[in-house]
């Protein structure tokens, strides 16, 4: 879904990349040359105006590509594999390169399995530290902040950290390619079933046969089935990676988010917008000239539209004094949040971002996923792996039981409450909210944004945040959340009975 506008080739004399300022502590690979100034392809662009309007700038973003020797899917190996992987975002081949560690037969399907993933990762540090995968961070800081208004910042006392994207996939496909997963370079088209058996139809005429077929195509995905109406929110967000004369921040500090409007205050009518449907900047400061700066929609439903975001960024940069030289990378963000999960059990498995394990409330799901995979591969390789031999509807429910055991759905529902509650959160109520919710103790504020508290920790949690709030927030939220806290309620008997 993350739409990227990038360059496909070159039309001016290339020369050299020359290196920026205070080079940051991890290669900008994925720029290799840069333009003559103000020429891009050949064609003249906007110069940022002295108001620091960077929307004008092309992004200099050119697509990478993986230097493996990936093996292929050849006609002889097609016979049968025992699982079929769709997809090979992070979800894809982080299943491939778990469950193949069991001996089990992997083909993993993707229009272009070599190329690196596009969007800008961002996890806590001691959700990689614990899965053994922090050597694939490229950037790290010692705390993050919040700016709650324009007298109060919140100091977090929790690391954090942009994944390194091509060092995560080098990783995993190396896994991949020594436990001898298989690689089909198509788009699967259509997925059909018998009893003990799934067909791949893919784009190239091919027809790939497997045990399991799992889905791991990303938010678009067309495999997946729901039972229930999907009314998801929707995080949207507008980023760049930029070359800037200056900026405010502190390099040993991520913003995870600003919440500060006096920007707006000469713009009545983005501040308006602002102050009932809300966006907060995301920064990481990678050195004194060179950040990734996102505004940020945390959910809405509609989707707050994409222009009026990136009308909000400008006034935000010109209020901060950061004139953005170059525009090195850009994304715009678009996560579907929440919404009930895919019918369980199902013929086709799903990871990732069709899976339902996007937390409801931040959008966030890389460090998840990393840490999911291990357990439905396990739970496959038993149904699979060379001493069992437990495939169609028994297999099914078993892997999706893995990913989504009884007590995760009913946390869920609760996650997917606290979406409900933001989406009623106005400017002041969602900074009365983040107030309290990092006032309270480490252990509940760092459980939930990494999706691990318990049932009866949520819980608490939720009446400590209630107990906190302001007057009117409570009264906010006695008011617009007990239809959202019925269906919460409601939901969680019907998992628990069914
Ligand atoms: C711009 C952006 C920024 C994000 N930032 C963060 C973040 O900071 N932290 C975080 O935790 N989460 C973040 N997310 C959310 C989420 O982690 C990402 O969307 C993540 O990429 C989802 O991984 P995935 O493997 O499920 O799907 P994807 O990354 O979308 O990968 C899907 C793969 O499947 C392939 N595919 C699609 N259709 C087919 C088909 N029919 N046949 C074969 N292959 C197919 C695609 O080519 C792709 O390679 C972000 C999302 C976006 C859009």
């Not at 046969?209 to 009314?231: M, P, Q, T």
């Not at 953005?324 to 678009?334: G, H, P, S, W």
């Not at 969602?430 to 920790?457: C, H, I, M, V």
Request: with cysteine; proline share 6%.
């Amino acid at each position: 879904m993350a739409t990227r506008f990038m360059l496909s080739s070159q039309s001016f004399p290339l020369k050299p990349h020359q290196p920026l300022q205070n080079t940051p502590p991890f290669p900008l690979t994925k720029i290799h040359y840069t333009a003559p100034r103000n020429l891009i392809r050949g064609k003249r662009v906007h110069s940022t105006s002295k108001y620091g309007n960077f929307l004008g700038l092309r992004p200099e973003h050119q697509p990478e590509t993986l230097d493996f020797d990936l093996p292929w899917c050849h006609p002889s190996d097609r016979a049968h594999f025992d699982v079929i992987i769709i997809g090979a975002g992070p979800a894809g081949i982080r299943l491939a390169e778990q469950v193949s560690l069991y001996g089990v037969k992997v083909c993993c399907v993707d229009p272009d399995p070599l190329s690196v993933w596009p969007n800008n990762y961002g996890v806590w540090v001691d959700e990689f530290e614990s899965l053994g995968l922090e050597d694939c961070l490229d950037k790290t800081w010692p705390m993050a902040c919040v700016h709650v208004n324009d007298s109060k910042t919140k100091y977090l006392d929790r690391s954090y950290g942009r994944v390194g994207r091509r060092k995560l996939k080098e990783r995993l496909i190396e896994g991949c390619v020594s436990n001898g997963v298989r690689f089909h370079k198509a788009k699967a088209w259509e997925v059909e079933h018998q009893e003990f058996e799934s067909c791949v139809l893919c784009d190239d005429g091919v027809e790939l046969k497997g045990s399991l077929v799992v889905d791991a195509s990303g938010f678009g995905s067309r495999f997946i089935e729901y039972d229930k109406v999907r009314n998801q929110g929707y995080q949207i967000a507008h980023g760049v990676l930029a070359e800037v004369e200056e900026h405010p921040f502190d390099l040993d500090k991520m913003v995870l988010m600003d919440w500060r409007d006096s920007h707006l205050g000469n713009e009545p009518s983005l501040r308006v917008s602002n102050s009932k449907f809300p966006t907060f900047l995301y920064a990481m400061p990678f050195s004194s000239n060179l950040v990734f700066l996102e505004e940020t929609s945390l959910v809405s439903r509609p989707v707050l539209s994409y222009m009026e975001v990136k009308k909000r960024m400008v006034a935000r940069l010109r209020h901060l004094g950061i004139r953005v030289k170059r525009v090195l990378e850009d994304e715009k963000c678009l996560i579907p949040m929440g919404g009930p999960l895919p019918r369980i059990p199902q013929n086709v498995m799903a990871i990732g971002g069709t899976s339902g394990v996007v937390h409801p409330s931040t959008g966030y799901m890389v460090a998840r996923t990393m840490a999911v995979a291990p357990v439905v591969a396990f739970a496959i390789a038993e149904c699979l792996g060379s001493t069992r031999m437990i495939r169609g509807k028994a297999l099914y429910a078993r892997v999706w039981n893995s990913m989504w055991p009884i007590e995760s759905r009913m946390a869920r529902e609760f996650y997917s409450f606290g979406m409900e509650t933001l989406l009623k959160l106005d400017l002041n109520g969602s900074r009365s909210f983040f107030n309290a919710f990092f006032d309270l103790k480490p252990y509940y504020w760092q459980g939930f944004l990494s999706s691990k508290l318990t049932l009866q920790e949520l819980l608490w949690l939720s009446m400590s945040l209630f107990g906190h709030a302001s007057n009117p927030s409570k009264l906010d939220i006695a008011t617009k959340c007990p239809l959202p806290l019925a269906k919460m309620m409601g939901n969680i008997a019907l998992d628990y009975i069914g």
